[in-house]
């Protein structure tokens, strides 16, 4: 069973486009919700995070919406650059259990020039 | 400060041969995991320890033992390798005595290939 669905699989946006990542989640308990990117050849890094208190959380040209009720959350990527290419996973864990993220499937981003 | 550090980079292994990917920290994190990532499947959980001489199973055990006898090091063992197990390996590090910080720090990754 998967805990945490993420779409789409792929998505493909020109340069100064909006990129628009979706998850959603089941399991109630889950009260931090970080974003990873990962260029190819690396390991995934922490891009942003939000926790349920909060609708939206922004950084830069990256912008995290949170919908409790839905259980859903969707990552938003301002003027999408070439350089934004990449897979983005998005995760969810309880912070007050084991640190142990659970990850979505992630969604290979490419942003043409 | 190097973070997570794992090795090999690479490995190829022949049907049922055994082999340990190594994994250390120098963060004094607490928790420690191993995922594995394969095409279409995102980042699957394997194993994870919350501390020393602590370890508990993830989605996908099978075929795979860990141990903790460290706070540093986290180590992964193929006990007979597969074919299936083909896979780039992933370990990461969280948490610290400061609770606002839940990010997890990934290593580079094991890219291993069984034939």
């Known amino acids: 069973q998967q805990q945490v669905k993420q779409s789409p699989q792929s998505l493909i946006v020109q340069k100064g486009g909006i990129s628009i990542i979706n998850c959603a989640y089941e399991n109630t308990a889950f009260d931090y919700f970080p974003w990873y990117q990962q260029f190819p050849g690396k390991g995934p890094a922490l891009l942003i995070a939000i926790r349920p208190d909060v609708s939206e959380k922004k950084e830069g040209r990256f912008t995290i919406s949170f919908n409790k009720s839905a259980k859903q959350f969707s990552l938003h990527i301002m003027d999408s650059q070439p350089g934004d290419s990449a897979t983005y996973f998005c995760a969810a864990m309880t912070s007050g259990g084991s640190y142990i993220p659970t990850f979505g499937r992630g969604t290979s981003l490419i942003v043409h020039p | 400060n190097a973070g997570v550090t794992q090795t090999p980079k690479f490995q190829v292994l022949k049907t049922g041969q055994s082999m340990t990917l190594q994994c250390a920290q120098d963060m004094n994190h607490e928790y420690m995991s191993w995922y594995r990532q394969d095409p279409g499947m995102g980042l699957r959980l394997i194993h994870y320890?919350?501390?020393?001489?602590?370890?508990d199973q993830g989605e996908v055990p099978n075929g795979y033992n860990v141990s903790r006898s460290t706070t540093e090091d986290f180590p992964l063992r193929l006990l007979s390798a597969a074919p299936s197990q083909t896979s780039v390996y992933f370990c990461a590090s969280s948490y610290s005595s400061h609770r606002e910080n839940t990010e997890a720090f990934f290593g580079q990754g094991t890219r291993l290939t069984v034939v």
């Open positions: 320890s919350v501390g020393a001489g602590i370890t």
